[in-house]
């Protein structure tokens, strides 16, 4: 390759490094969080309505539906979660995966904790809280109700009394909460749950009134403060659902600028995500629906609202009307997602993990991990098993690539000849070096080949270690106890030596080196040592350089992807360095240096030349720039001069 090829390589070479990495520190940008005195100003639960479906115009049951203060509840300062939670009588959830309590008062289900998930990997650490009540600083509930159309009707609300038929659900026990509006309509809500995180919920009315209604039952998940979300543009994290057949995806900060957004659908889902944990609406898959981001910010408080809307529907007198619609609250796992999908017919609901624009190639991966890790019981080893994998099943395009690289090792110092013959003629350089790799059987792009195959599958498996809930707190060995986060060790402390903690810098965490992202710069070093060197010294220098940028791009990288890493490079260098053997290419410190221009203008003044890693015969395009001019007949006049002296 010439100068002009040489640097839009490096400069391919800077781009990919810029995309794979650049925005960890260039484009995250976490949520400001709300100040805890602003949150403690809130005097009130200010909840958005109940939805309207389609615009504001044209569905009936519109204004009612966006009355700010329909729904409001009556509370009068914010209390702690302990506090809220005794302030009203309860019906207690009891289920293998999680714990918690749905408030007779206004029938929420605003208590939810999951028992396999703790906040850190301490089996012992405080288990995960995903749901709060209303009124804490940090509230976050699911709630469903009606909306009427065209008459001023009683309908329940946030301080309505239910009455329960039991005092403890469970898989096995559902249960209905009841209320009278003493105008002739009775309400029922039945609530179950089955063995994980999937409620049913069950809104039936019943009309005696002596007239007939319309009314249309809806279905809300409320977040009040903007919760901390990683700050990657490779993660979402906020408003979420599928409507209308199309991911819907938007950020916090996108609905605080637009406040509503409205997706007519048929079925679907909608909520609220976090990296690992969600809350969804899932309606009826069958039935018409609008699904609404809402964001109002009263009382200096910001306040995120998902939520659907059944179109409204006649109850006669004297008759019924019943809806059933779903709500997931727990952890994102990936089966169990697959699962309810294809169980209840919900479109795209595995989507709710962030598998990317890859999808296609980022799950496939992921479910060959978690099957890995069935049979052996270590994500860390399923890891190596799966790059082993992925080399064998590239290995014939790997297998050329190194072959050429091994040529193109051999071929360095004629190219480097021809570069001094015709340096100032591009064209005619060009010629002969491309006479050069077609006669030698090089090909100076398929080394690029085996870096090519690899950033997918790294980037593939980034996405699954950061956004997958069974990477988190996966253990390898020794010091790794949670491969989805980085190598704990760091040079700060001597890697463990020293009485402190990995400490958190900021910016500048790319100074806490571990054991491991050292490790993997080490293979990439030794792994570029039998690489091609660029003839350009400050070329080569550049490239020596970045092992040491890696190392440090790495190191707070999730420890599974920098074992991944170096586990890769350890395979490919055994890989390239058999090849090399076969080849009959030496390798190591001393092959790698280039005849310097000053050694070839000696070769060119009779002087000895530089010595040939080997006896390849010169070529004819070498043997052609050797004989051009009075400089190639000095250099064959050296190269006899040499032979003279060995045969002495």
């Given at each position: 390759?010439?100068?002009d090829?040489q640097?839009?390589?490096l400069?391919?070479?800077?781009l ?20 805890a005195?602003?949150q ?7 909840q ?6 389609g615009?504001?115009a044209?569905?009936?049951a519109s204004t009612?539906?966006l009355?700010a ?6 509370i009068?300062?914010?209390q702690?979660?302990?506090?809220a939670l005794?302030?009203?009588?309860r019906?207690?959830i009891?289920t ?5 309590s ?8 605003d208590?939810?904790v ?13 288990n995960i ?12 509930f699911a709630d ?18 239910w009455?329960a ?6 898989p ?9 509006n003493?105008?002739g309509l ?5 609530y179950a ?6 409620f ?5 009315v019943?009309?005696a009134?002596?007239q ?6 809806f279905?809300?998940v ?5 919760p901390?979300t ?10 979420i ?8 995806e ?9 406040s509503?957004i409205?997706?007519p659908?048929t ?8 990296k690992y ?6 309606p ?14 009263k009382?200096?408080?910001n306040?995120?609202?998902a939520?659907?809307?059944?179109d409204a529907?006649?109850v006669?007198?004297?008759?019924s ?6 709500l ?8 169990l ?6 169980e ?11 598998f990317?624009w ?9 479910l060959a ?9 270590n994500?860390g080893?399923?890891?190596m098993?799966l790059?082993l ?5 590239f ?13 193109m090792?051999k071929l360095q ?6 570069r001094?013959?015709?340096g100032?003629?591009?064209?005619r350089?060009n010629q ?14 398929s ?15 980034y996405?699954?270690l ?8 996966a ?15 760091t040079?700060l402390?001597?890697f ?7 400490p958190?810098l ?11 992202p ?14 091609p ?8 220098k550049?490239?020596?350089?970045m092992?040491i940028m ?6 707070h990288?999730?420890?599974g ?6 586990w890769?490079?350890?395979?490919s260098?055994?890989?390239q360095?058999i090849?090399m053997?076969?080849?009959g290419?030496p390798f190591?410190g ?24 080997d ?12 004989d051009s ?12 001069s040499r ?6």
């Amino acid at each position: 390759m010439d100068g002009d090829n040489q640097r839009n390589l490096l400069l391919a070479i800077a781009l990919s490094v810029a995309i794979l990495f650049g925005f960890q520190f260039f484009f995250a940008s976490p949520e400001k969080q709300q100040p805890a005195q602003q949150q403690a100003s809130e005097q009130a639960d200010m909840q958005p309505a109940a939805p309207a479906s389609g615009s504001t115009a044209d569905h009936p049951a519109s204004t009612q539906a966006l009355d700010a203060t329909a729904r409001a509840g009556s509370i009068e300062k914010l209390q702690s979660r302990e506090q809220a939670l005794k302030a009203g009588p309860r019906i207690m959830i009891e289920t293998p995966t999680v714990t918690g309590s749905i408030s007779l008062v206004g029938a929420r289900l605003d208590d939810l904790v999951l028992k396999r998930y703790h906040d850190t990997v301490d089996p012992k650490s405080p288990n995960i809280v995903l749901l709060n009540p209303s009124g804490t600083a940090d509230s976050y509930f699911a709630d469903f109700g009606w909306t009427a159309v065209g008459k001023s009707v009683d309908l329940p609300g946030p301080d309505t009394r239910w009455q329960a038929d039991n005092q403890t659900l469970t898989p096995s026990t559902p249960v209905t909460l009841t209320w009278d509006n003493g105008q002739g309509l009775t309400f029922e809500q039945t609530y179950a749950v089955d063995d994980n995180y999937m409620f049913t919920v069950t809104q039936k009315v019943k009309n005696a009134s002596g007239q007939e209604l319309q009314l249309a039952p809806f279905g809300l998940v409320s977040r009040s403060g903007t919760p901390p979300t990683s700050g990657y543009y490779l993660l979402h994290e906020g408003l979420i659902g599928v409507m209308g057949d199309t991911l819907k995806e938007v950020a916090y900060k996108k609905l605080r600028e637009e406040s509503t957004i409205s997706y007519p659908s048929t079925g679907g889902w909608i909520g609220i995500t976090d990296k690992y944990w969600m809350a969804t609406l899932v309606p009826d898959q069958q039935s018409a629906v609008t699904g609404r981001f809402v964001y109002s910010d009263k009382s200096g408080i910001n306040k995120y609202q998902a939520d659907f809307l059944y179109d409204a529907k006649t109850v006669p007198a004297g008759g019924s009307l019943q809806s059933t619609s779903r709500l997931f609250a727990g952890a994102k796992r990936v089966n169990l997602l697959d699962q309810y999908r294809d169980e209840y017919g919900i479109n795209k609901f595995d989507r709710a993990v962030d598998f990317g624009w890859f999808y296609f190639l980022t799950k496939p991966i992921f479910l060959a991990l978690h099957w890995l890790h069935s049979v052996v019981g270590n994500f860390g080893i399923a890891i190596m098993i799966l790059t082993l994998g992925v080399k064998l099943l590239f290995f014939p395009l790997a297998n050329k690539s190194y072959k050429s690289m091994a040529k193109m090792r051999k071929l360095q110092p004629q190219i480097m000849q021809l570069r001094e013959r015709f340096g100032d003629d591009k064209q005619r350089l060009n010629q002969e070096v491309m006479a050069l790799y077609k006669k030698e059987g090089a090909n100076p792009i398929s080394g690029c080949l085996p870096v090519v195959v690899q950033i997918p599958v790294f980037f593939s498996l980034y996405k699954v270690l950061f956004v997958t809930i069974e990477m988190r707190h996966a253990p390898f060995f020794g010091w790794i106890h949670d491969l989805s986060a980085p190598d704990p060790t760091t040079v700060l402390n001597l890697f463990g030596a020293l009485p402190w903690d990995r400490p958190e810098l900021g910016a500048l965490n790319v100074l806490n080196l571990g054991v491991w992202p050292l490790i993997m710069g080490t293979t990439m070093f030794l792994q570029q040592r039998l690489n091609p060197q660029p003839a350009d010294p400050v070329q080569a220098k550049l490239f020596m350089f970045m092992p040491i940028m890696f190392t440090f791009l790495l190191a707070h990288f999730p420890a599974g992807l920098v074992i991944y890493w170096s586990w890769n490079n350890t395979l490919s260098m055994t890989q390239q360095a058999i090849i090399m053997k076969r080849q009959g290419v030496p390798f190591g410190g001393k092959q790698n240096m280039l005849p310097t221009k000053a050694g070839t203008r000696a070769a060119s003044k009779g002087g000895k030349p530089p010595a040939k890693p080997d006896d390849t015969p010169p070529t004819p395009a070498l043997q052609a720039a050797n004989d051009s001019g009075n400089g190639g007949k000095a250099a064959k006049k050296g190269g006899r001069s040499r032979g003279r002296n060995k045969s002495r």
